[in-house]
């Protein structure tokens, strides 16, 4: 008994603390570790979701860069792109798989992964210590407390944070359909603007022959002032055209360089000297707001907000009574000193923490998820009715379009070719005069290069229905007019 007794007075105040940390205690915060059911990191940071749907939708891949092994993979892929005259879907594989932005959304990707990891995590406990000393005694005090109200709704929060993270998947997936359609549109605005300098700069050496052979005829008399200088005129208005046409050029094929994110020596890629040919005919499609309602990106992320948003009003009226219950232990460890020798003394016992709902008894907080919730609800009401009327609107404007570029392709063109020819035999013929001959040349260069727009404007509004049906970007028409915006800056360095 004595024995025991000095044992007990030769423990120190850790001593106290430990044996106050008991093992019933230590116990309930492992087992809430191991039974929370906790997320992990995905191999692949979820890329597994916007690599299959880019694939599937598109037919394109896109990856990741996150070390040496995955730059060099994709700058191999890129140089072999580059080494052949560059078409549409090469400039879409290139651009998914080099343009920085886009891995700066992957990037976001990456944090929201990790937000879900740390949401699914159970609360750390906090422990406390405390000491006092005065007058010959020493107290310490310890304490441990556990947010048991947040260990209680972890498995609904991890629910709601995976539905987060699945949004920030689809985000991901958005942002790759739109790259793609950004670089479509650039590649195809790149290419007709190349073609219509092309075209103006063969029209521009006719009209400088046509202006240098009157000229000679003004010289030997055979042709008077007026014809000189309406071939003068029609000479320069070819060449201001023209140097519009180039600046043109120029600035689209920056735009598409942008999105490609190329610099250094790679912008010395080709580009094919005119735009693909018209198909024969396109394809009807029945039912375009199904497909779409079925298929848009954005739809898929509305109806997941929509379900994280009542999952987290659910939480809410769960804990609409009780947002704080914290249960912890307290310990206390005396020694004094005495004129009969040192005394000791320990006491334990458990503590809870309860907030009161005395003036909000979480009415607030369910108006606010109550609101939340409808507020997400007629969102993704609106959404619908957007994408059907966008779905119906690019179909109708690609429609319209193919039999607008058709026209010029059938009829146009080939009319304008038989004026042109019938205009160059009477003037030959004495017929008609310079004027007339001038005039037939001036509308068959504007009828050829409403030709070439005319194929560039359906190109494009194939791009906006693909777009309508699958997401990443506006349909009906967006992509016509102006030039792509640029989406990233390119690369530092390859």
Excluded at 223 to 229: G, P, R, S, T
Excluded at 331 to 345: D, I
Aim: aromatic share 6%; glycine share 8%; hydrophobic share 45%.
């Amino acid at each position: 008994m004595a024995r025991s007794q000095r044992s007990r007075r030769a423990r120190c105040p850790e001593d106290a603390v430990i044996s106050w940390c008991t093992s019933r205690t230590i116990a309930a915060v492992l087992g809430a570790v191991l039974l929370s059911g906790c997320a992990s990191f995905t191999p692949d940071g979820g890329m597994s979701v916007v690599q299959d749907k880019t694939r599937t939708a598109i037919g394109k891949d896109v990856v990741k860069i996150t070390n040496a092994a995955d730059a060099r993979a994709a700058r191999e892929r890129i140089d072999a792109l580059l080494a052949a005259p560059l078409d549409i879907e090469g400039a879409v594989q290139i651009a998914l798989l080099n343009n920085r932005g886009l891995q700066a959304a992957y990037n976001d990707l990456g944090i929201s992964e990790a937000d879900y990891v740390a949401a699914s995590l159970p609360p750390n406990p906090i422990v406390s210590l405390a000491r006092t000393a005065g007058k010959g005694t020493v107290e310490i005090e310890a304490s441990i407390v556990l947010n048991i109200l947040a260990l209680f709704t972890l498995p609904a929060r991890t629910a709601i944070a995976a539905q987060e993270f699945n949004q920030a998947q689809y985000r991901a997936v958005e942002t790759s359909f739109r790259l793609a359609a950004e670089t479509r549109r650039a590649y195809i605005r790149a290419v007709a603007s190349q073609e219509l300098a092309s075209f103006l700069t063969q029209a521009r050496a006719s009209a400088d022959a046509a202006a240098d052979l009157m000229r000679k005829l003004g010289e030997t008399g055979s042709a008077n002032k007026l014809d000189q200088a309406r071939a003068g005129a029609f000479n320069a208005e070819v060449g201001v055209q023209l140097a519009q046409a180039r600046l043109r050029a120029r600035s689209d094929r920056e735009a598409l360089i942008r999105l490609l994110g190329l610099w250094g020596n790679d912008l010395a890629f080709k580009l094919p000297a005119t735009l693909p040919p018209l198909p024969r005919t396109i394809s009807a499609v029945t039912d375009v707001e199904a497909d779409a309602i079925s298929r848009r990106v954005d739809v898929l992320m509305a109806r997941r907000e929509l379900d994280a948003t009542a999952k987290a009003a659910g939480l809410t009226e769960a804990t609409r009574y009780i947002s704080l219950l914290e249960l912890g232990g307290l310990g206390t460890f005396e020694r004094s000193r005495t004129p009969e020798g040192t005394e000791r003394g320990r006491r334990l016992g458990p503590g809870v923490d309860i907030e009161i709902p005395i003036f909000d008894g979480g009415e607030t907080s369910m108006r606010r998820a109550r609101e939340t919730y409808m507020r997400a609800l007629n969102r993704l009401a609106e959404k619908a009715v957007n994408v059907r009327s966008e779905a119906r609107t690019a179909y109708q404007t690609y429609r319209g379009s193919y039999d607008i570029a058709r026209q010029y392709q059938q009829s146009v063109l080939p009319l304008r070719k038989i004026v042109s020819d019938e205009a160059l035999l009477r003037y030959n013929g004495m017929l008609i005069d310079v004027f007339e001959l001038l005039t037939t040349a001036r509308e068959r260069i504007t009828s050829t290069m409403a030709a070439i727009e005319a194929r560039r404007d359906f190109l494009l509004t194939e791009v906006d229905f693909q777009t309508a049906i699958i997401g990443g970007g506006t349909g009906g028409g967006e992509g016509r007019g102006g030039t792509a915006a640029p989406s990233a800056e390119p690369a530092a360095a390859h």
